[in-house]
């Protein structure tokens, strides 16, 4: 069989949609996109497409990897990869996401993340080198146990810029859809709302600008300072729809234990994986 592997262009944007479609079909995350569902997403995520790719078999359109890229960091996040059925077989994977990923070593990068499928053993991912970082979850509630307010704080929105300027607990995690650089870059997609004592930010929630579904991104205190998260979540309970779906929560943060504490369920469990390019991609002669 020929195989050949394609940066996603407009011109095979038709067969990145379907595949991207009709792979997910039997996942716990299936997308139904047509073109302008696409690039909402694609706005959303900044997708790299020069580092995402088809895979084509007998120049039938067989697999694809959607991939974004912070070149500053040189790191870089697999938003999505998948295979039609059809041409599942033995090492195809392994060849398909080590070709990606020899892409990002061989220009320079060092890390790529992806998040992990809720159905799929996180030990299965050690086949094409990605290792669990982090436990997440994703919650949902209705602000059922929210204590009395507190007069005391105030919310307001915030510049997205700010949020560099915050100093968080030494290793706290982030996901990719969660660091400074990429909550900027979705200008007037999200509202940055901070939880103020006075002048003193005590904590922050990023969430859609114009939600139909209310989701939160991310949700933080630099203090942990639980009485400024209570009074994020009243505000959104006020003033957006019911219930929210908080999103990519890490395991034994603060978000989780006050998502907990509001009484929020968990709806869905999975990891952070990430590969060391360094590590498994090998060195091109030069």
């Not at 694809?64 to 996040?77: K, L, T």
């Not at 030494?170 to 006075?198: C, K, M, T, Y």
Request: aromatic fraction near 14%; charged fraction near 20%.
């Amino acid at each position: 069989m020929a195989e050949d592997l394609r940066p996603i262009t407009t011109k095979n944007l038709p067969d990145a949609i379907r595949l991207l479609n009709e792979t997910s079909r039997d996942t716990s995350r299936p997308y139904t996109l047509d073109f302008f569902g696409f690039l909402s997403i694609r706005r959303f995520w900044n997708f790299a497409l020069g580092y995402s790719f088809i895979r084509y078999i007998d120049d039938q359109p067989a697999a694809i990897a959607i991939n974004c890229a912070d070149p500053e960091s040189r790191e870089a996040y697999t938003f999505y990869w998948g295979t039609l059925p059809q041409f599942r077989r033995a090492g195809m994977s392994i060849d398909f996401v080590d070709a990606f990923c020899q892409k990002f070593h061989d220009d320079g990068y060092t890390l790529i993340y992806a998040n992990s499928l809720p159905e799929r053993p996180v030990r299965r991912y050690r086949f094409v080198h990605y290792l669990p970082l982090h436990s997440i979850v994703d919650m949902q509630g209705d602000y059922s146990r929210l204590p009395a307010p507190d007069p005391a704080y105030t919310i307001r929105k915030i510049d997205a810029s700010m949020l560099t300027q915050i100093a968080l607990t030494p290793g706290e995690p982030l996901h990719w859809s969660q660091r400074p650089g990429f909550v900027a870059n979705l200008g007037s997609i999200v509202d940055v709302l901070g939880a103020f004592h006075g002048d003193d930010l005590k904590a922050y929630a990023v969430v859609p600008a114009r939600p139909t579904v209310m989701v939160s991104f991310d949700l933080r205190s630099p203090d942990s300072c639980f009485s400024a998260g209570y009074e994020l979540l009243r505000y959104l309970a006020q003033n957006y729809p019911c219930p929210l779906q908080a999103q990519c929560i890490f395991k034994g943060s603060f978000a989780e234990r006050l998502f907990t504490d509001a009484g929020f369920r968990v709806t869905r469990k999975y990891f952070l994986i990430y590969r060391d390019l360094r590590a498994t991609c090998a060195r091109q002669a030069s």
